[in-house]
Each structure stands twice: as C-alpha cells, then as structure tokens.
C-alpha cells in the first residue's frame, strides 16, 4: 500500500541550531513531493517541492529538502533554527501519475524551540 | 500569489442547524478543490474533492448528503454541513489546486474551527 512516514512525532532544538526533519514514502514510482508547515489554528503553508530534476530544493524560510531514490526519502533540513520555526511539519505526497491529484499526508512532526 | 481563503475563519452553531464554509482562490483558477477536516494533534483528512461543473467525488465513510459541495466558479467551492452535530465539530481546511503554472501543486486556505453545541 502507498503511504508517507514521518517516524519523529515531536523533535526539540535549541534556537540556532540545525534540524532534519525525515520522511520516507513508499510508492510504486517517485511520487510528486512536497513539504507543508502548520502553525496552531492555521491552515499549511508550502515550504518546497520536489518534481523532478535536482534533488537538493530550496523552500521558503531558508530551509531545503533533499530527495533520495534509493532510500525513498525526501528529508527536511534548516542549518539554524529560529524560534518562529516551531509548528507541525507535514511531509506529503502526489502519485506522478494517476492517483487524482490526491495528497497523502504523513503523521506530522512536531517541532519545539528551545530558546 | 497562490493564496487561497477560507470563509469564516470560526463558527459557533447549535445542533440541527447548518453551516456553509466558502473557499476562495483569489489569484489562480483551480479547476479542483479538495476539502479535509483536521482533528486535535492529528494529520488531515480528505473528505471529497471538488471539481469545477460536475459533482464532488467523496472519500470512503464520508456521507455527501452530510457534507455538501459545491463547486460553482475556477475559484470558489463551498461546503455546507447539514444538520450539524456536536460530532461534527472540527477543523475543516481546503485546498486549491494550481494546475495552470503547470506545477500540479495544492495551496491551502486558513481553515475553518467549526464548533457545534
């Protein structure tokens, strides 16, 4: 079966420091990738995506994510970490082909600043 | 650009009653919408997607004469839940899909807190 995981349920960095947020996905063919920020009480913000092409992307907000096959990951990175980052990160993902556009979502992480 | 708004942002209703929530893409036409409804703590749900002229194709255990949609224009598709119950209270979050830049992605509205009493 098609799914999307986010095996941290909540990370806790301190401000300043670096953070990898991970997600693997397992799908029949590289699916289309995305990452989404919400903050409490709001809707997702798109931070990046990846649908082909270079598999190192740049987002908003300074953070980038990089795609790997043969692992089937697409892991979220910031090299320092500001306070305002603290939201919940979902990791998604469209099937390339058919699948009607439809986003599966995975569990979330849970990220915490530390000041 | 690619802003998509929800209207409104709470709403407060007594049971039996019903209540419509507006989504809006303000500066790109999306041919589909999708509607999804979000618990405490937890990931969202895709309850149907919408799609412009033609009825909405509902996910699995999702009653469409429970959940109303509506997709009258490129930009604006509507949810109306009848007869609410404390039950149905939620977050519903929609989301748009940007198909003319040619990058198939899906932007997303504010949300709407949905109480029942």
């Known amino acids: 079966a098609q799914s999307v995981t986010q095996p941290d349920i909540h990370i806790t960095v301190s401000e300043g420091a670096s953070l990898e947020l991970r997600c693997n996905y397992s799908y029949g063919a590289t699916p289309y990738l995305f990452w989404y920020v919400q903050s409490p009480g709001q809707g997702l913000q798109l931070l990046l995506k990846y649908f082909s092409g270079d598999t190192l992307v740049q987002g908003i907000k300074g953070f980038e994510a990089e795609f790997k096959r043969s692992q089937s990951s697409f892991n979220l990175r910031k090299p320092s970490v500001h306070w305002s980052d603290a939201a919940e990160y979902f990791c998604?993902?469209?099937?390339?082909?058919?699948?009607?556009?439809?986003?599966?979502f995975g569990t979330g992480t849970q990220l915490k600043v530390e000041l | 650009g690619a802003v998509v708004s929800q209207h409104p942002s709470r709403v407060i209703c007594k049971s039996g009653t019903s209540v419509k929530i507006e989504c809006r893409s303000l500066d790109f036409q999306a041919t589909t919408m999708f509607w999804y409804r979000q618990f405490p703590k937890q990931s969202l749900m895709l309850m149907a997607t919408?799609?412009?002229?033609?009825?909405?194709?509902?996910e699995q255990g999702v009653e469409k004469d429970k959940f109303l949609i509506n997709h009258a224009s490129l930009t604006l598709s509507t949810l109306t839940v009848t007869s609410a119950h404390p039950e149905d209270s939620s977050f519903y979050i929609c989301?748009?899909?940007?198909?003319?830049?040619?990058?198939?992605?899906?932007?997303f509205g504010p949300g709407t807190r949905l109480t029942v009493l």
């Open positions: 919408s799609n412009e002229g033609s009825k909405a194709t509902y």
């Open positions: 989301s748009a899909r940007d198909s003319g830049s040619g990058t198939d992605t899906q932007y």
């Open positions: 998604a993902v469209v099937p390339s082909t058919g699948g009607g556009n439809k986003l599966t």
